[in-house]
Every structure is written in structure tokens, then in C-alpha cells.
């Protein structure tokens, strides 16, 4: 690890000197907080936004709307935070150096009870923070209190790096390399606090903590807080397109490269992963061939659908929930059969729920089930048609002739006391279509029959039978005395 | 490979899942002991199923979950006496490979499920009419 | 899906560099259940107790917080006959960046400093607030019945 390359990552692009009481601007620029920071100084600002996330393939046909523009990021305090990871990374290359350093920590400050050790070279052999130390003092330390994360963190912080040993200064004038501990510590430093590893893309919010761009999102999926000092963040929308912070991004890249490309790799292969199953909205039932618009809002569907997006036919399948009291195993059958939708359009809600309309294709059956996230996922069999064997073809009536049992039934329905039940559905659910195969769909959604009973549509492999079922519920509908009476309680 | 919910702290989700109430009230549960730390004994009620000989008895279940719950399925007793073929007339034990939801206990049954399929059995066809023991009487 | 990162790294923290007064220790054929040990905080009733705990990392940790159960009996305001802890950080003052270790700090600070005004055990929490001294009182007899290892 080359430290005068580190250093250079670390100098603040208005004036070129070290970074002094850096902080991270919404355009993702690092600066001295002495210069003007809005907006931001840097002479032609404009860093390329990243691609809205998700990141849609080229392939995909969805229609993505991104969510209403933010609003402009609330204007910055008098005294703006300091970028908290980047003053971390200064104080402990200062340490390394023996650099005097005037950072001015406020926020660590009100915590720290011990006067700053003065700043000199870590000697090699000298043990490195003191993890003994670190444990004695957090169990003194009163600051530990239950809710209270943020004086946590902090004092947590200031504990590792009021750790410098006091070394005789002769020491100073040892040529570099740094010492063996100092790449640790900076990993330490450069760790994301929601999956501990390396940040990666990393993202930098008004309040100045730093998480990965991907924790980050799912953070905001669940709490509109930050997840370190609990500050409320500007909300999803602000960090849909949120550049990254561009001075830990070189630095990153100039002290780990191998680690950053390998988390990288990683992250792209665990979503890889995640795609290798079927995302399974649990839901409701659906049949094939029709439009449903959908309100994604739990946290575990929003994640599922930006993993959804990022596929070049983005889709899910639908299953209804087991009824309530259905043993597993036991009568949960129709649960394992579901449709699959394809995500046509979505519009993005500035919090972060989205508006979804999707159209119903294929259906299928669950052979194995996981979760992931949160969400179900599963290993899927497609179902489709075969051809009706000619002894089935011939047996009863034709399915002309059963169509037009239902047409008659839907007539005396439309006829009926409530005519608007009929109108309304054939709104909602268009034109009855011709083909038997998808005829037998529309007219169960129509009919006022258990959805658990319908569900048994998916299975049936013969339009004629899907047919034939739908016939036999209407025979079951018209002997029921309210049916027949012309009353149609709903 | 999913996170696998240790017993206990399924345990305390059935718990408060039958605290809240399941379903439409004709069937519930709870613990026996409220400070049963391991969760083990369980009583649960079940409401007769209309148009059936139990029709408006109200029966009494002792349910025992052991070490290995929910890996391995409850044990089931009534207390209150009935005539049903999975439960032994001398004593009330539920003979569980007798009943389908027991015979094929999974991890994703529970003690709600155990209740609604008992009650959904009194209805079947084949045990709707089944004479009974008197009204209230106990194993 | 193999087990998160996270996890396996708070693990080998926990295990390498434990919080005084706190043992965590995952179950052999669980790594996201652990068997937890919390020493009674100096100058609380609970002193001198060994208070046995379990917690489970549920599939979304950590983007909701781990479930904590005492297994030893305790006479405290704030957690129930079985064991349940009414803890904001457990519900909705989750964040993320907490982890086993700081929740586990946060119980033991809890038995430092019971809150009767948010009970979870309503006679323990009405006993402590009209007799501090006697309730406290129990509350060590309890610990020397129960938590005395």
C-alpha cells in the first residue's frame, strides 16, 4: 500500500490540499468545508448521475418511471457535518505519518473524556489499537445505553482511534512503508456498517455516514432513518440516482483493488444467484391472459422487484396465500399452482413504493420452495395444454355448446336484479374471448364462487375440462334457490 | 437454505398468533402455564361444527409439544370425551397416524392447523353423525 | 443460501473478542441461533446473577432485529413471564448498523436500569413503582433462586 497514493485519493479538489473538515456534497464531491459548498464549487459539476436503479438490460421492454424528482436536498447547516468516514481515514493516516492534524471532530468530540493522545507514528511493532482496551472501556462506558446508537457509534469510534500508543518520537523519521496494522485499521475504517464488509459503490448522505449504495436502498426500504445517527434522510427518491462519493470510490480503488473488484464480482454473483429461482409474490390468484396493476409497498416486494428489473424479461409468479387452517401437506394443493406475470410498467413513488402493471402469461407449479430476503422464491415447473384425447373431445357437449351454457348464464345474470355486477366485470375484464382455452378464465373471474374453488383452474391441463368445470359450478349456482330467484347477494 | 425458526421462538409466534385470535373463533389455544418458560403443554378448544352431532359442544384438547417441535408434530389428547375413530375411546390420545395432518406433520403445520383439521374431520361425512358421549362429559 | 457474511463475521468477533460480562455461542446445527449468557450488572439486583438468554437472527437480518428471550427467570418490569424483553431497539428503534453485540449491551443495560413506565410485566412494573426498595428486593431474591449459575 503505497501511502503517498492514499494521500493523494484524500485531496480536496478545490484547493488541492489535504482535505480539512471534509464533507460529501449530494453531487458526491468531497470538499473542504472552508469553501462554498452550495451548490457545489467544482467549476462544471456535473457528475454523470448513475443509472437510476434498478439497472434496466437494454432488452427489457418494461417501462420504468423513476420517481417524481427529489427535492433539492435540504439546504446545507451553517456548520455542515464532517463527511464521517473520510475524517476517519485522515486521522488515521495522520497517525500513521505523524502528521499534526486539526481536524476538528465535533461530533466526536462531546464524547471523548481523554485528551487526544498526540499524534505520532505507530511503531511496527508496537501492538496496534488496542482491542483489550476497547473492551475495557466499553463496559465503563455509560454512553452504552439501550437506545441510543448514535453515542454508541460514536464513542465507539472515538475509542478506536484515541488508541495511538505513545511512542518516543525518535521513531519519526522511520522510512515508509506503513506499518502491517494500518491496512487492517483502514478496512476497519472502510467497512460499510450494514454488511461489515468492504463499502462498495459507496453513497454518502446529508447527514455524512457512508453505507454501500445496495445496504443503503435496503435500509430505505424499511425506515426512511439513517441507519447510524437516526437523522430522517431525504427518502428513496434522493438516492434513486445518487451519485456516488467519488473520493472514498478512488481511494477504495487505490488501496484495496484486488478486494474491490472482488466484491464486486461478488455482489453481481450473488445477484446472479438470486435470479437463478423464481421470485414468488404471494398474493392472490390470477389467471392467465389479463391485466393486474399492483401496489408493491413491503419492504421484502420492493427488493424483489428491483431484482425483478434487472432481468430481461422482468417477471414473478403469483400464488394465493394457503387458506387460514390448511394443513401443509394436507389440502394446501391449489397454493402450489400459480401464474406468472410480466412486469409491464412502473411507476415509482417517491418513498419508494411503486405502482406496478403487469399482464399474466403462463402458469406453473411450485416444486420446491425457498425464501430469500424475506420473500418466497421457487424451483417452477410450467404448465401448459395438451391436446384433449379424442374419447374426452367426443363425450358431452361440444365446447361451443359449453361456452354458450356460459354466455346464457352471464345473459340471465346481466337480465337479472343486478345488472351492473355483469356490466362492471365486463369492464374490468374486457370482451369474452373466443378461444375456449382462455374462455373458461374470464368466466370464472365473473362468477360469484370461493376463489379457493377457482384456483382449481390452474391445474387443468384441457381447456375442455377448465370448460367443464366452469359449466358444472353454474349448474351448482342455478340450483341454489337465491340464483334462481333472480337475487344476487354479493 | 432458509433460516430455520428455532422451537422456541416458533413456539412464542404460535403464541401470539393464538392470542390475537385465529381464524373465526371456533377454534383457539394457548399455553396451559403462562410461565411454562419451555412452552410445552398447550390447551386448545374447538368449537362442534354445525349441522353435526357436535353441534354447540365446546371439547377440550391438551396438546404437548416436545424437544423436537416443530421438526416433530405435537401430541394431541382430548380431554373432553367424543367418539371420533383417531381418538381412543379410554383414554382421548389422538392416534396420529390416524389423523392426516398429524401422519404428515411438516414444519410448516402448526397447533392452529392441528385444531382445524380436528374440527374439519368431526364434520366429514363419515363422522358428522357418529353417536356421542354425553354433553361435558371428561376422559 | 449460504450463510450471510455478516453473520459469520459477527460471530468470529463474539467469539474472538467477547463483551465482558456476555458469552454468544451458535448452535452447532444453527449458526443463526445463539446461546447467549448475560452477567447480572454490578450495583442492579441482578448482581452476581448468570442470566442463560437465546437469540435467533430471523432470514431478514439484519434488515429486522434479532428475536432475544431470557430463559432464566427474572423480576423485572420490563420483561415478561417468559422471558420476552420489551427493548425499543428490538421493535421499531431497529437500525441496521446495531448487531448481537450492541443488543446484547443494550439488555444488560436494561437490567441497570429498568423503565416501569413501559412495562411488559404489569405487577412487577406497579411494584417497582410504588416500592422501588421492596421490588428490588425480590428482584435480588430471584436472582440468587435462579440466576446463581
Known amino acids: 500500500m503505497d501511502l503517498a497514493a492514499l494521500r493523494a485519493c484524500l485531496a480536496c479538489p478545490v484547493c488541492a490540499r489535504t482535505l480539512q473538515n471534509p464533507t460529501t456534497l449530494p453531487c458526491g464531491h468531497t470538499v473542504c468545508q472552508t469553501h462554498q459548498i452550495s451548490p457545489c464549487p467544482l467549476p462544471h459539476c456535473a457528475p454523470p448521475p448513475r443509472p437510476a436503479r434498478p439497472r434496466i438490460p ?25 463527511d464521517v468516514t473520510i475524517n476517519k ?28 493522545s498526540p499524534t505520532v507514528r505507530t511503531r511496527p511493532d508496537s501492538p496496534g489499537p488496542s482491542r483489550p482496551r476497547k473492551r475495557q472501556r466499553i463496559h465503563d462506558d455509560p454512553s452504552d445505553d439501550e437506545g441510543d446508537l448514535l453515542s454508541h457509534l460514536m464513542s465507539a469510534a472515538a475509542r478506536q482511534r484515541d488508541t495511538a500508543p505513545h511512542v518516543s518520537l525518535t521513531d519519526r523519521m522511520r522510512p515508509l512503508p506503513p506499518p502491517p496494522s494500518l491496512e487492517k485499521e483502514l478496512q476497519t475504517e ?128 403469483m400464488i394465493m396465500p394457503a387458506r387460514t387452517g390448511a394443513g401443509a401437506g394436507v389440502t394446501a394443493q391449489t397454493a402450489d399452482y400459480g401464474t406468472m406475470l410480466e412486469v409491464r410498467s412502473v411507476q415509482m413513488l417517491a418513498d419508494g413504493r411503486s ?99 377457482k384456483a382449481k383452474l390452474l391445474p387443468i391441463r384441457s381447456a375442455r375440462l377448465r370448460l367443464r368445470l366452469v359449466v358444472h359450478w353454474i349448474e351448482q349456482l342455478n340450483n341454489n334457490w337465491w340464483f334462481t330467484s333472480g337475487c344476487v347477494i354479493f | 437454505m432458509a433460516a430455520k425458526v428455532p422451537r422456541n421462538f416458533r413456539l412464542l409466534e404460535e403464541l401470539e398468533k393464538g392470542e390475537k385470535g385465529i381464524g373465526d373463533g371456533s377454534c383457539s389455544y394457548g399455553l396451559e402455564d403462562s410461565d411454562d418458560i419451555m412452552m410445552s403443554n398447550w390447551n386448545g378448544t374447538i368449537i362442534g361444527p354445525g349441522h353435526t352431532v357436535h353441534e354447540n359442544r365446546i371439547y377440550s384438547l391438551k396438546i404437548t409439544c416436545g424437544e ?72 | ?70 430463559l432464566t427467570k427474572i423480576y423485572h418490569p420490563n420483561i415478561d413471564k417468559l422471558g420476552r424483553i420489551c427493548l425499543d431497539i428490538l421493535k421499531d428503534k431497529w437500525s441496521p448498523a446495531l448487531q448481537i453485540r450492541t443488543v446484547l449491551l443494550s439488555v444488560q443495560a436494561l437490567l441497570s436500569a429498568p423503565n416501569p413506565d413501559d412495562p411488559l410485566a404489569p405487577d412487577v412494573a406497579k411494584h417497582y413503582k410504588e416500592d422501588e426498595k421492596g421490588a428490588m428486593g425480590v428482584s435480588r431474591e430471584w436472582t440468587a433462586l435462579y440466576a446463581s449459575g
Not at chain 3, 47 to 54: A, C, H, R, S
Open chain 1, 89 to 116: 481515514v485522515l486521522a488515521l493516516l495522520d497517525s500513521v505519518l505523524g502528521e499534526d492534524s486539526s481536524y476538528d471532530d465535533d461530533d466526536d468530540d462531546i464524547l471523548r473524556s481523554a485528551p487526544r
Open chain 1, 190 to 317: 472502510l467497512a460499510c456498517e450494514i454488511c461489515f464488509m468492504l463499502l462498495y459503490s459507496p453513497v454518502t448522505t446529508p447527514c455524512q455516514h457512508t453505507f454501500c449504495s445496495k445496504c443503503l436502498h435496503r435500509a430505505l426500504d424499511h425506515s426512511n432513518l439513517c441507519p447510524l445517527c437516526r437523522d430522517s434522510l431525504p427518502g428513496f427518491s434522493f438516492f434513486d440516482d445518487h451519485p456516488g462519493n467519488q473520493t472514498l470510490e478512488t481511494l477504495l480503488a487505490t488501496a484495496f483493488p484486488a478486494e474491490y473488484t472482488a466484491r464486486g464480482a461478488a455482489i453481481a454473483a450473488e445477484e446472479r444467484d438470486a435470479r437463478l429461482d423464481t421470485p414468488i409474490f404471494v398474493c392472490m390468484l390470477i389467471f392467465p391472459g389479463h391485466p393486474t396493476a399492483l401496489h408493491f409497498f413491503e419492504p421484502r416486494y420492493r427488493l424483489m422487484l428491483r431484482r425483478c428489473l434487472e432481468q430481461d424479461v422482468p417477471s414473478f409468479g
Open chain 1, 58 to 82: 437494454p432488452a427489457s421492454r418494461v417501462n420504468y418511471l423513476p420517481p417524481p424528482p427529489a427535492p433539492l436536498a435540504p439546504p446545507p447547516e451553517h456548520t455542515p457535518k464532517p
Open chain 1, 355 to 453: 405502482m406496478v402493471e403487469t399482464w399474466s402469461t403462463y402458469r406453473f407449479r411450485i416444486l420446491e420452495r425457498g425464501t430469500l430476503d424475506g420473500y418466497t422464491v421457487g424451483r417452477i415447473e410450467r404448465i401448459d395444454d395438451v391436446p384433449d384425447s379424442p374419447s374426452l373431445t367426443l363425450a358431452g357437449p361440444s365446447n361451443e355448446e359449453l361456452m354458450e351454457t356460459c354466455t346464457a348464464f352471464l345473459h340471465q345474470l346481466r337480465r337479472g336484479t343486478a345488472p351492473w355486477v355483469v356490466q362492471r366485470l365486463n369492464n374490468v375484464y374486457g370482451a369474452p374471448p373466443a378461444d375456449p382455452a382462455a374462455f373458461a378464465y374470464w368466466v370464472a373471474l365473473i362468477l360469484p364462487i370461493d376463489e379457493f374453488e
Open chain 2, 68 to 139: 423436537n417441535y416443530p421438526d416433530a408434530a405435537p401430541a394431541v389428547q382430548f380431554l373432553s370425551r367424543v367418539n371420533l375413530p383417531f381418538v381412543s375411546p379410554q383414554t382421548g390420545t389422538v392416534d396420529p397416524a390416524r389423523l392426516p395432518v398429524l401422519a404428515s406433520w411438516t414444519r410448516a403445520s402448526s397447533l392452529e392447523h392441528v385444531l382445524v383439521e380436528i374440527r374439519k374431520e368431526m364434520a366429514s361425512p363419515a363422522n358428522r353423525k357418529l353417536p356421542q358421549p354425553p354433553e361435558g362429559s371428561m376422559f
Open chain 3, 1 to 70: 443460501m449460504a450463510l450471510p457474511k455478516r453473520i459469520i463475521k459477527e460471530t468470529e468477533r463474539l467469539v474472538a473478542d467477547p463483551a465482558p460480562g456476555i458469552t454468544a455461542a451458535p448452535h452447532e446445527d444453527n449458526l443463526r441461533y445463539f446461546d447467549v449468557t448475560i452477567q447480572g450488572p454490578d450495583g442492579s439486583p441482578f448482581q452476581q446473577g448468570i442470566f442463560k438468554l437465546e437469540l435467533f437472527l430471523p432470514e431478514e437480518y439484519p434488515m429486522a432485529p434479532p428475536k432475544v428471550r431470557f
